[in-house]
């Protein structure tokens, strides 16, 4: 779950300009190099977030295009970093996924089928804990941070939130096989391949949007391409979202339906 998020940040360069005379007046280059964030330092938010964000409420879209084939699923999230998840599918192009829901605490992670009736299970031998969560992605953004090449572009607008964003290039073609998603789920991409695409995506452009005040990422635009094909453009972002509104366990809690097919899939 902890490879299954990333994000990316604009940002707008203000230039003040006079009425008077229309002369625009430029910050000092000493001012704007020590106002722009270490690049490295916001990739790694996209991992470990600020230590007063508590939980995270919103609704994501998830676009995949290939040509003038495009794919839309939008899902309802709740958010506890980093053992506590809930996401809710609530529209896409397939009505038997609708309904879908993924549910991750401290003991179990469910996924739950309503229009097959099935309800699948992952059990870890030992409940997590925030603290090993926090750590395993901590050295996940050390160990990313090896493999590519950061640059910071500003800051843009997401979901009514300012956000960093940054360029995210692999430093080579190696890199460029591993296929990864901070702010949602990679997998999604594959419904536009039918051969085997995890042999031959490679990604060509990554871009992440973090918000700036909780180091959360809201929003990922990923190009693919694959050979003798069209690229497929994959882009999640949050169109709504709110922080620390007081989510309690019951939202990370899932019992599965009497009447539900329940399969151990450990």
């Known amino acids: ?62 676009k995949v295009t290939n040509g003038s084939h495009t794919l839309t699923e939008v899902m309802q999230v709740y958010d506890r970093p980093y053992v506590d998840q809930r996401t809710k599918v609530i529209d896409a192009p397939n009505s038997k996924r609708i309904g879908n829901v993924y549910v991750s605490n401290a003991t179990k992670n469910w ?42 572009n500003g800051t843009d607008q997401v979901a009514g939130r300012e956000t960093h964003v940054l360029d995210v290039e692999a430093k080579n073609e190696t890199v460029e096989k591993g296929i990864s998603a901070i702010v949602g789920d990679t997998e999604f991409v594959y419904a536009l391949e039918t051969s085997n695409p995890r042999k031959e995506l490679r990604v060509v452009e990554q871009t992440l949007w973090i918000d700036t005040e909780y180091n959360y990422p809201l929003k990922e635009k990923v190009v693919f391409k694959v050979p003798g094909k069209e690229r497929i453009v994959m882009v999640e972002q949050f169109e709504s979202v709110t922080f620390n509104s007081g989510l309690d366990d019951e939202t990370f809690a899932f019992e599965p339906p009497a009447n539900a097919t329940v399969q151990n899939i450990t």
Do not use: W
């Open 1 to 62: 779950m902890t490879n299954r998020r990333f994000a990316v940040i604009l940002v707008l360069l203000a230039v003040s300009v006079s009425l008077s005379g229309c002369a625009a007046l430029d910050t000092p280059s000493s001012e704007r190099e020590a106002s722009t964030p270490d690049p490295e330092a916001v990739f790694e938010g996209a991992y470990v977030h600020a230590d007063d964000l508590v939980d995270v409420t919103g609704v994501r879209r998830n």
């Open 111 to 152: 996924f739950y089928y309503p229009n097959a009736g099935v309800a699948q299970y992952v059990e870890p031998a030992e409940p997590f804990t925030n603290d090993e969560v926090r750590s395993s992605r901590a050295e996940m953004a050390a160990m990313n941070l090896e493999k590519y090449d950061i640059e910071y």
